[in-house]
Every structure is written in structure tokens, then in C-alpha cells.
């Protein structure tokens, strides 16, 4: 099976605390197609999403994101 992994970047609007990314970070890893997802602890509103772009694209990651109740922004990669 081949496996197209992208990365992205996504900016969230939002303040969050460490406890809050972490479980907004599992809860975005629980998404189809979704590989890892990252920050790190000095700039918070930046996550790095690895993703399968043959089951999810960027724009349904950007989507999640806003369900959970969150203004972010894809900015890269």
C-alpha cells in the first residue's frame, strides 16, 4: 500500500494551555487519515498536522479544527 503523507501547518486563533493541546492534539490524531499531530510548547498556536491526502485532505483537517470550536487557519507546507 502506498501512502501519500502531506504536513501542514495549522494556526489556531485560540489561546490554549498545555492540557488543552494535548487533548486537542489526540482528538485530531483520532481523525481518518490523520498520521501525527505536533506543537511545540513555545509557540502554541502552531500545530503540525501529518496527514494521508488519500483519505483526508487539508481542507477537512481545517474543518475539524472548526467543529471543535476553533478559529485556525492553514499556513504551510
Known amino acids: 500500500m502506498n501512502t501519500r503523507l502531506n504536513e501542514v501547518i495549522v494556526h489556531i486563533d485560540e489561546g490554549l494551555d498545555e492540557d488543552a493541546l494535548h487533548r486537542l492534539e489526540d482528538g485530531i490524531r483520532q481523525d481518518a487519515g490523520v498520521v501525527s499531530v505536533g506543537h511545540n510548547p513555545e509557540k502554541p498556536h502552531i500545530l503540525m498536522v501529518v496527514y494521508d491526502s488519500d483519505s483526508i485532505h487539508a481542507s477537512s483537517l ?16
Open 62 to 77: 481545517l474543518h475539524s479544527f472548526k467543529e471543535r470550536g476553533l478559529h485556525a487557519q492553514v499556513v504551510g507546507l
